[in-house]
């Protein structure tokens, strides 16, 4: 069967240090991948997607990037974490038209 | 632009009662619409997906309906019990070359108390 992990759970980050969040698939091959967030009193964002190894797009200019080393890895990552960085950041992976989420990372920046 | 708006923000209800969850979008060539719950803290659960070429899908308790033209969906939860409670999100996916991409309304926090 097919599953998404995402790591870790939760971090608390003080501003200006780097990020990198990790999110992995299992059981299938060539995923479209997604990264987004939820900010408190927002909903949910697409910041990043990545329809194979290498290649990345991002939905919104931001403090954040995104890399796909291979195939089923997807990284969002950061230089210098900003206080707005802070939020629920999830991966997503689409099989046959439908979405499936990880567990999420709670990022706190101080 | 995709925008999606849930209606209510909150519900609370007693247990037993059947009821409606409202979710609205404003471009109607969308490629699907999938409803999601989220437990506090947790990640998003599918529950429903529904083709745009469908007008509902029933899962369980659960029923959603399509209707494009207009651009609302619904989610009826029938016999609500206290483990329902949670947070209801709906999403509209793009297709083409925005495939997988999801719009989400904000959702809307459900309350089943015994």
């Known amino acids: 069967s097919q599953t998404i992990h995402q790591w870790p759970a939760t971090l608390v980050q003080p501003v200006g240090s780097p990020l990198s969040l990790e999110c992995t698939v299992e059981g299938t091959s060539n995923p ?71 567990q999420g990372t709670r990022l706190t920046v101080v | 632009k995709q925008e999606v708006t849930q209606i209510p923000a909150a519900l609370s209800v007693p247990e037993g009662e059947n009821l409606v969850l409202n979710c609205s979008f404003t471009d109607s060539a969308i490629y699907n619409l999938q409803w999601f719950r989220q437990d506090p803290g947790k990640g998003l659960t599918s529950l429903l997906l529904i083709q745009s070429s469908q007008r509902e899908q029933t899962s369980g308790r659960l029923n959603a309906s399509l209707d494009k033209s207009s651009g609302r969906s619904t989610l009826y939860i029938a016999a609500s019990q206290p483990g329902d409670s949670a947070t209801y999100l709906c999403a509209c996916g793009a297709g083409g070359t925005s495939y997988g991409k999801l719009t989400f309304g904000q ?8």
């Open chain 1, 32 to 102: 479209n991948l997604y990264w987004y967030r939820q900010a408190a009193g927002r909903g949910l964002q697409l910041l990043f997607y990545s329809v194979g190894i290498g290649q990345i797009s991002s939905e919104v200019p931001q403090n954040l990037s995104a890399s796909r080393p291979q195939d089923r890895q997807f990284i969002l990552s950061s230089k210098k974490l900003l206080l707005s960085d802070s939020g629920f950041y999830l991966c997503a992976w689409v099989r046959n038209t439908e979405a499936f989420f990880g």
């Open chain 2, 107 to 114: 959702g809307t926090i459900l309350t089943v108390h015994p």
